[in-house]
Nanobody, 116 residues
Framework: QVQLVESGGGLVQAGGSLRLSCAASGSIFSINLMGWYRQAPGKQRELVAAISRGGITNYADSVKGRFTISRDNAKNTVYLQMNSLKPEDTAVYYC??????????WGQGTQVTVSS
């Protein structure tokens, strides 16, 4: 089992920045890929960014150049630095951990609200 605890959401004005953190515990040795997803009201959950254990990253086109995902393997923590935030970035952001056996674990979610 893997437990994920997110922090760092909040309310920010358009153009501002936030940093999300996700701390993993439990069977962390089994984690291969970690990422952030988001879900806005009335929309499906979508991938925002992901990072492999080796540091290979992948971003949604809508956040490229604005968001940066990073990972501290020593602290079992993944971060999402979000800059130049837009109102359309408003959503609940979820941390995800995928194991080598393709089991997915989710955090509880953290609200990000960007006001115009």
């Amino acid at each position: 089992q893997v437990q994920l605890v997110e922090s760092g959401g909040g309310l920010v004005q358009a153009g501002g920045s936030l940093r999300l953190s996700c701390a993993a515990s439990g069977s962390i040795f089994s984690i291969n890929l970690m990422g952030w997803y988001r879900q806005a009201p009335g929309k499906q959950r979508e991938l925002v960014a992901a990072i492999s254990r080796g540091g290979i990253t992948n971003y949604a086109d809508s956040v490229k150049g604005r968001f940066t995902i990073s990972r501290d393997n020593a602290k079992n923590t993944v971060y999402l630095q979000m800059n130049s935030l837009k109102p359309e970035d408003t959503a609940v952001y979820y941390c995800n951990a995928a194991t080598v056996k393709a089991t997915n674990y989710w955090g509880q979610g953290t609200q990000v609200t960007v006001s115009s």
